[in-house]
Every structure is written in structure tokens, then in C-alpha cells.
């Protein structure tokens, strides 16, 4: 088993989205590339932790490769946008990647630098090793799946699912 922390805005969209992947093991909802220990999600909203909204996703990479996981992550949100996803906006909706290995580095810079030939703008998203993670609150853990109904879920995280699996990135 393998992991690799990523944030690309919204931590319930992300979720959302790696849940519905073959190989992944587990996707836990957190905070992390800031300074504040423990911190919590109020905190990480206002800005003043340096932490950005993330998701450890833990996964098999004989089933699924570290290459396969950062062109679906790619394809779920809008590298090129500084500091918001959308409608959320802020330092804690960051593109963000934090690598565990040299190994994993090597691999994020080679789709990084393939990645750079699709866009026109360019590519925002920040990578640092992984110094620390802190699991999110228990309520936003599995968010999409248990708040279908809910607006942000309707109207942000549902059509990015039906893209995704349109692409063949992800099971609906």
C-alpha cells in the first residue's frame, strides 16, 4: 500500500471523486502543507494556518499506478487557478500535492512536465513533501455520499463525478 496526500480545492469533491477508483484503498479527508498542529476546520477556513483542504489517498499501486492517480486528480480540478476551485476561494483550496518518497517526486515532476503541454496558462499547483497531516473532522468524511441532496453536492461535486466517468476516469 502506497499514499499520497492531494488537495485540489474542496476536500469533499476530491473524496468524492478517488472513492470512486479502482485501487484506491482509502481516501481520508484532512489538512495539511501548513504550520498549525491539530488544526481544525473553522481554523483552516479562516486562512491562518497555512493548511490547505486535502485528502490522503492510500492505494494499491498493483492495481493502480501513482501515474494513473495524478491524471485523475489533474482531470478533477483546475490546476492553473491560484488559491480556488470554483467558487471556493482561498489558500486552503490550493492545487496541491505532498509526496511521501523521492520516488513519488520523480514521478509527480514527469506528469507535471507532460501536463504542461496541455494547458495555456500556466500551472499553479504546489508540491511539497508531506510533513504532516491531520484527519479532518468525522462529518466530513464520506460528505458527497451522505449529503446527495445537499447544494454543494448537487451542483458542484455531482456534475464532476458525471464528467469524470464520461472520461472514463471514474465509476459513477
Keep these: 500500500m502506497e499514499c499520497i496526500v492531494l488537495g485540489g480545492g474542496c476536500f469533499w469533491c476530491i473524496e468524492a471523486v478517488f472513492r470512486r477508483v479502482d485501487g484506491i484503498i482509502d481516501v481520508v479527508p484532512g489538512y495539511s502543507g501548513g504550520w498549525k498542529e491539530k488544526p481544525t476546520y473553522q481554523e483552516v477556513c479562516s486562512g491562518t494556518t497555512g493548511h490547505a483542504e486535502v ?8 492495481v493502480i499506478t501513482l501515474e494513473e492517480i495524478l491524471n485523475i486528480f489533474f482531470a478533477a480540478h483546475d490546476p492553473t487557478s491560484l488559491n480556488r476551485q470554483g467558487n471556493d476561494v482561498g489558500e486552503q483550496y490550493r492545487s496541491i500535492i505532498l509526496y511521501t518518497d523521492e520516488e513519488q517526486l520523480e514521478v509527480v515532476k514527469n506528469v507535471m512536465e507532460e501536463l504542461k503541454k496541455k494547458y495555456s496558462k500556466p500551472i499553479v499547483t504546489q508540491i511539497k513533501k508531506l510533513d ?36 472514463g476516469f471514474i465509476k459513477s
Design 55 to 62: 485528502v490522503k489517498v492510500l492505494f494499491d499501486p498493483k
Design 132 to 167: 504532516n497531516f491531520y484527519p479532518a473532522e468525522k462529518y466530513h468524511w464520506n460528505y458527497f455520499d451522505r449529503n446527495k441532496q445537499q447544494p454543494y453536492c448537487r451542483y458542484t461535486i455531482a456534475p464532476k463525478i458525471e464528467r469524470l466517468a464520461e472520461k
